[in-house]
């Protein structure tokens, strides 16, 4: 397997202005609906719209890879009727998206464990895939029954089949295994709500990543929020374990 991206542990990246990459926790929907006296799955319906909006203020940045956290390996815990609303949310977003995604030049990536899915979700997600495989505007990523913590551990797993007869994994081995692989580590870290935890997200890639929280809920968040968010970004001196001084001797 090739490896595209370097790891900002075993070399310094190069920082840019606009970051590369953009993960985001979409977190506050039920409490936006709490606030308006709505049943919670109107917050995550709003919350489905500002995807797209954020889709498309990424593309104007010049953004080359968003990840959205849409549902958490732990969030099967929640009331059954959520769930289900969830992915009925989740069933008719890529009926209704991938087509006008693909017009828009962006390729789809869904990870996480999608056996837990149900057959129709499974092929919505591997049809989307295929169909904009091509596209290289922007790489968006859905993070759907994801785990940091089973990501690495997958990982792992499918590495030893792979190669049983070695006794030692390190960095360079594991990478092309996670499954982002095909993306450099996220530069920009956002969570809307105001919690400032990870919540087993990108456990790993998230090594390095700048960490924006802010308390504005994901039915509320925009292109001017999250403009806000890369100007608090261009605003952070990304050292690598560097000193000052080092990054003005460059
Ligand atoms: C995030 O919003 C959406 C998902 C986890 C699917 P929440 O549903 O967690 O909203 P709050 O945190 O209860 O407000
Ligand atoms: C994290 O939000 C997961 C997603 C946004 C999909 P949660 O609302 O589930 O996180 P916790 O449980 O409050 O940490
Ligand atoms: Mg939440």
């Known amino acids: 397997m ?52 954020v889709i ?6 010049g953004v080359g890879y968003l990840t959205l ?9 929640r009331p059954k009727e959520e769930v289900s609303k969830l992915m ?14 693909h017009k828009n030049g962006i390729r789809l990536q869904v990870v996480g464990d999608l056996s837990q ?5 499974q092929e919505l997600i591997r049809a989307g895939e295929a169909k904009t495989g091509g596209n290289d505007r922007l790489v968006l990523t859905i ?15 499918r590495w030893l089949a792979a190669n049983p007869e070695v006794e030692q994994i390190d960095e360079a081995r594991l990478t092309p295994y996670l499954s982002m692989a095909y993306a450099p580590e996220p530069d920009l870290f956002i969570r809307t709500g105001g919690e400032q935890r990870i919540s087993n997200f990108l456990v790993w890639q998230l090594a390095y990543t700048e960490l924006y929280f802010t308390d ?4 509320d968040f925009g292109a001017e929020s999250l403009a806000q968010a890369i100007a608090w970004y261009q605003k952070r001196e990304r ?6 001084e080092q990054l003005l001797e460059r």
Request: proline share 5%; charged share 25%; hydrophobic share 45%.
């Open 2 to 53: 090739l490896r595209k991206f370097f790891s900002s542990t075993a070399e310094v990246p190069q920082a840019s202005a606009i970051p590369r990459h953009v993960a985001i926790i979409m977190d506050g929907n039920g409490r936006w609906a709490k606030k308006r006296l709505l049943p919670r799955v109107a917050g995550h319906q709003q919350g489905v719209e500002r995807v797209r909006d």
């Open 56 to 61: 498309q203020a990424c593309i104007e940045h």
């Open 69 to 77: 956290f849409a549902f958490s390996s732990e969030n099967w815990r």
């Open 88 to 101: 009925e949310l989740f069933v008719m977003a890529l009926e209704r998206e991938v087509d006008k995604m």
């Open 117 to 121: 899915f149900s057959p129709q979700l």
């Open 143 to 157: 993070a759907a029954n994801y785990g940091g913590r089973w990501d690495i551990l997958n990982a792992v797993n």
């Open 216 to 219: 504005i809920l994901w039915p």
């Open 239 to 244: 050292r690598f374990g560097r000193t000052s």
